[in-house]
């Protein structure tokens, strides 16, 4: 059975960091592409970032581009997401997430999602 | 980058009613997309991959269609257990983009 099990979110002031995780199991990790979603309170899905198979190919929305980077380490099975310059709209819960073949864009498998509240 | 547009903002109807949901791209998207169900509280549950591939498990009353850039999920007789917001999404390029969603209740 596929899991994916998101932490390190908390209760952050704006311009601080944060770094979340997203730990894997069930399936051969190193094999799919792995993507965060965002959902602002009360708001609908946001795409944030995707990380390819390696690691070395990653996209990002522009809203987070050149404050969000996300990678993974394939032998821990495990993906991140490292946060800066952190601002009251980033307040979301993040959802990492894997597509449902490894050549799919379609994401089937999802964790339960880690808060993440920017806030002075 | 590509956006998706979807209608209506939201539906209520009834048990057994039909129900279509329309999903928009402001450019081609070949088959790149699909459709999800998130009930309060949950994660988004992948109901149809590249536009009309029905997920394992999702009922026969789901279904999914394209023609050119307008997409739509149809639910073909409602249950109660429809009830939550669907999501369109963009596979084709990136940035991904999601749909606003389409909040579906029943009467």
């Known amino acids: 059975e596929v899991q994916l099990l998101e932490s390190g979110g908390g209760l952050v002031q704006p311009g601080g960091s944060l770094r979340l995780s997203c730990a894997a199991s069930?399936?051969?990790?190193?094999?799919?592409?792995m993507t965060w979603v965002r959902q602002a309170p009360g708001k609908g899905l946001e795409w944030v970032s995707t990380?390819?198979?390696?690691?070395?190919?990653?996209y990002y929305a522009d809203s987070v581009k050149g404050l969000f980077t996300i990678s993974r380490d394939n032998s821990k099975n495990t993906m991140f997401l490292q946060m800066n310059s952190l601002r009251v709209e980033d307040t979301a819960m993040y959802y990492c997430?894997?597509?449902?073949?490894?050549?799919?864009?379609?994401?089937?498998?999802w964790g339960h999602g880690i808060l993440v509240t920017v806030s002075s | 980058d590509i956006q998706m547009t979807q209608s209506p903002s939201s539906v209520s109807a009834s048990v057994g009613d039909r129900v279509v949901i329309t999903c928009r791209a402001t450019?081609?998207?070949?088959?790149?997309l699909a459709w999800y169900q998130q009930k309060p509280g949950k994660a988004p549950k992948l109901l149809i991959s590249?536009?009309?591939s029905l997920q394992n498990g999702v009922p026969s009353r789901f279904s999914g269609s394209a023609s050119g850039t307008h997409f739509t999920l149809t639910i073909s007789s409602l249950q109660p257990e429809d009830s939550g917001t669907y999501y369109c999404?963009?596979?084709?390029?990136?940035?991904?983009?999601f749909g606003p969603g389409t909040k579906v209740d029943i009467k």
């Open positions: 590249a536009a009309s």
């Open positions: 450019q081609d998207i070949t088959s790149w």
């Open positions: 997430a894997k597509a449902y073949t490894p050549s799919s864009r379609a994401f089937d498998s």
């Open positions: 069930g399936f051969t990790f190193s094999t799919y592409a």
């Open positions: 990380v390819s198979t390696s690691g070395v190919t990653t």
């Open positions: 999404q963009q596979g084709h390029s990136f940035p991904f983009s």
